[in-house]
């Protein structure tokens, strides 16, 4: 009779102890959705919409984490750190400027630095061949916000001519620090290609394209390069001074320039490379642009009578 009675107290305890596991369960799960909605499914209270963050080269996972973390892109650093491991993304994500526009989470965050999704559009600057630094200076001062004309002079006047002249793409971030490198590693590349040309002409590499530089400012097309290459190579070698109105200091003096006068592109460097034989040693171009040749001064005298009068 005793151990009836005892039985409902017994039931008792066991429903209440269901209940007490039940609920602690249950607070366990409530707290781990809580947490990964927190961390996982929502974006930080004081994210910056419109943040440019820099990802520098060889930053590790770690070191973006913080970067992220510190800029209140993300509110955690494990589970962002975890998922990129997971999308496979740790060894694929680029160095360079990534705009984060509106909020995201942190698993739209590691997707889009998985994928290298930037999402800056890039700003194109178009270089021509012929310019100097300071032209360049001045072009790329009104593109670029970071961009510091007075730094790049400093920097870039001792590698006048070694600044390819291109179209060059950068984000809004660039600075004169990345128009000097990107200029000189695609002067180097091209460089490279004919290379082997420069090294089988009788001339060192400053002075090819010191004579490029003037040529480009001097040619007015693609027919007039070689030839003025041939003409002032043979003034050289006849020890007359070049007198080309790039450069004045030729007036006065023989020889090429000290360095070079502007950034020549890869046609002046082979014409520079390769000048066409000829018996000429003056030209000049009429207003029209078309360009007249003669042997001897007396023919040259002639043709500025002719053209230039």
């Not at 107290?9 to 366990?28: A, D, P, T």
């Not at 913080?66 to 060894?91: D, M, P, Q, T």
């Not at 590499?205 to 030839?227: F, L, N, P, Q």
């Amino acid at each position: 009779m005793d151990s009836f009675e005892n039985l409902p107290q017994e039931n008792l305890f066991k429903k209440k102890s269901f209940f007490r596991i039940g609920g602690f369960y249950f607070l366990v799960i409530f707290l781990i959705l809580f947490l990964g909605y927190y961390f996982i499914f929502s974006a930080p209270v004081n994210f910056f919409e419109g943040k440019i963050i820099t990802i520098e080269e060889g930053s590790s996972l770690r070191t973006i984490s913080k970067n992220l973390k510190n800029n209140n892109v993300i509110r955690s650093r494990i589970a962002f750190e975890s998922l990129v491991i997971l999308l496979g993304g740790e060894k694929y994500m680029a160095p360079g400027d990534y705009l984060f526009e509106n909020k995201q989470n942190v698993f739209g965050i590691a997707i889009r630095l998985s994928n290298r999704e930037r999402n800056l559009a890039p700003i194109k600057v178009t270089i021509p061949e012929g310019f100097d630094v300071n032209q360049i200076a001045d072009t790329f001062s009104k593109k670029l916000k970071n961009f510091d004309k007075s730094k790049f002079l400093l920097e870039a006047k001792p590698k006048e001519g070694y600044l390819f002249p291109d179209t060059y793409f950068f984000f809004s971030t660039s600075n004169q620090e990345d128009v000097l490198k990107y200029m000189q590693e695609n002067f180097e590349k091209k460089i490279k290609s004919i290379q082997f040309k420069i090294d089988a002409s009788s001339k060192t590499e400053k002075e090819i394209i010191t004579m490029a530089s003037i040529i480009e400012r001097e040619a007015k097309g693609d027919a007039d390069r070689t030839i003025i290459s041939g003409i002032l190579w043979n003034r050289i070698s006849k020890n007359m001074p070049l007198q080309v109105d790039a450069d004045m200091w030729t007036y006065k003096n023989r020889g090429l320039p000290e360095n070079p006068i502007c950034n020549p592109g890869l046609d002046a460097i082979m014409a520079s490379i390769n000048p066409a034989n000829s018996s000429y040693l003056y030209y000049l171009h009429d207003p029209e642009g078309e360009i007249h040749y003669a042997r001897t001064f007396e023919e040259h005298k002639i043709n500025k009578f002719k053209y230039l009068k």
